[in-house]
């Protein structure tokens, strides 16, 4: 497995850490935010000073209002239990070139880094200004490491650095699947994102014992005549409405969840947000359950799918990183570990 720096290996008493979060994700969805918590409150105890940032949404370089991270910021504040007024956030400053507001006396929060065009471009004077602000670098944003934007790769060049907690534990646990995993292995593979998807569904073929391919996916029927060759990947078949796999295929599915030994989950069968739609993502969902395997389930759509059908404790692990986890699955590696790793301060 891959060796991480980690945060129990340092002392961070009175030194100032840039925190690079999720935080790409509605305000009122919290459960990122908590596996991201242990880490703020180990650096706290630590004494540290600390300075929280990430991204949220598309605002290509400029400052759109919509997008201010005030709301997660707020959020944040408020599952620290902090003493913390909602006018505070009216009162943005800036720390050098960035624009930030207060959470405490030693926590501080970055504005959005997107609306920066360095951010998203990598580039390397930015993430320079960005490490001046700091002491030392903690990279908790596992979901957002399969990027290459200054925040994530840039900093570990200029400050000495380590992974997160929960970092850390996706690492430990999706490298189960890589390493000497409880055969047959299983891959679930579904949503609306063929453009990312596809292309590693031949991927996890030459790794896996089965890819079951579901959601969108199946309806390029250019990419499945090219990946033929592959006898282990089973396309699920759309009911006429094209919003669902069709009976036949949840009960191939379900049949070979039942033999797997190692499960990967990713992407819903169908629109489950509605019932008419919800039967194979629900019944593919709960063969994977009631599964003994191990079982790894990842993406913002699965994860509400869990939440839907009441299923999120039968899960072995739940990855906070969707096309992340799947990049590391596919390759073994992420630019966001790549960079602590070889980055040597």
Known sequence: MINLPKLQDFNFKGKKTLVRLDLDIPAEDDFRLKAELPTIRFLSNQEAKMILMGHFGRPEGRVVEKLSLKPIALKIAKLLNLKFKIENLKNTFKIDDFLAFSLSEKLLFLENLRFYPGEEKNDLNFAQKLAKLGDFYVNEAFATSHREHASIVGIPKFLPHCAGFNFTKEVENLSKVLENPQKPVVFVIGGAKPETKLPLVTEFAKKTDWVLVGGLLPTCSKFKIQSSKFKNIIWGELNKEGLDIDEKSIKKFKDIIKTAGTIVWNGPMGKFEEKKWEEGTRKVAEAIAQSSAFKVVGGGDTIAALNRFNLFS????????????????????????QAIVNSKL
């Open 314 to 337: 039968k899960i072995d692990f739940v990855s906070l990183g969707g096309g992340a986890m799947l990049e590391y699955l596919a390759k073994g590696n992420l630019p966001g570990i």
